[in-house]
């Protein structure tokens, strides 16, 4: 089977990605909703309350949000990853999760207060 891709103007995504945007989705959320400690730290309702809100705010088809499996950053979480833009967020609670939907997905503008920023690779406080 063949891929296929689709190019959408998408304004705020920084150079050299300002023009266009492969694949299906303007957005691909990911929740961490497994591992040793996102699931106790409340991933299951962040999860919920992105994927509700695409939904209210009309984005499904543009956002996609999905359950994910361990990051790798157990300690930090819970943890949202938002490609194509490349951008971790860790302590995620419902409230911040609202903040990534309001801001980031529809806005354009990633939650820096949120932001993780770690260097490559495994990061875990405490391993599985």
């Not at 820096?112 to 405490?126: F, I, M, Q, T, Y």
Request: hydrophobic share 35%; proline share 7%.
């Amino acid at each position: 089977m063949v891929a296929s891709y689709k190019l959408i103007k998408v304004p705020h995504l920084p150079s050299p990605f300002s023009h266009l945007i492969v694949g299906q989705y303007k957005h691909h959320v990911f929740v961490c909703t497994s591992g040793k400690t996102c699931p106790t730290q409340g991933s299951k309702e962040v999860h919920e309350v992105l994927k509700k809100g695409v939904a209210e705010h009309g984005l499904k088809g543009i956002v996609r949000v999905n359950h994910s499996g361990c990051m790798n950053q157990c300690g930090h979480g819970p943890m949202v990853v938002v490609y194509p833009d490349d951008v971790w967020y860790a302590g995620v609670d419902q409230e911040s999760a609202r903040r990534i939907l309001e801001e980031h997905l529809i806005g354009g503008v990633p939650v820096e207060s949120c932001r993780h920023v770690a260097p490559p690779g495994d990061n875990k406080l405490v391993n599985d």
